[in-house]
């Protein structure tokens, strides 16, 4: 069983910060990408950041500039340092990990339990 548990989401007034960490545990043998993916209410899931295990970094145009992206190999876990933050990035950020759960098996998806983000103005 592979789990991905996900960590500091909350409340902050516009302008502030938050970092959020997802920590993958279980049967890996390793990890691919890892990803932020956030869904508003009444929007569709949408990529916020991704990092590939050699640490090349992807962001959504929204983001660039304010939103880092960061991975810790050794301790699978992905962490999202969001600055600046704005009403519009109020959403449930979903930690996303493409991982292989065994030797000889192919790479899988697997998705924390999400994690509310609510920015005030």
């Known amino acids: 069983q592979v789990q991905l548990v996900e960590s500091g989401g909350g409340l902050v007034q516009a302008g502030g910060s938050l970092r959020l960490s997802c920590a993958a545990s279980g049967s890996i043998f390793s990890i691919n990408a890892m990803g932020w993916y956030r869904q508003a209410p009444g929007k569709q899931r949408e990529l916020v950041a991704a990092?590939?295990?050699?640490?090349?970094?992807n962001y959504a145009d929204s983001v660039k500039g304010r939103f880092t992206i960061s991975r810790d190999n050794a301790k699978n876990t992905v962490y999202l340092q969001m600055n600046s933050l704005k009403p519009e990035d109020t959403a449930v950020y979903y930690c996303?990990?493409?991982?292989?759960?065994?030797?000889?098996?192919?790479?899988?998806?697997?998705w924390g339990q999400g994690t509310q983000v609510t920015v005030s103005s």
């Open positions: 990092i590939t295990s050699g640490g090349s970094t």
């Open positions: 996303n990990a493409d991982l292989f759960p065994g030797v000889g098996v192919l790479s899988e998806d697997y």
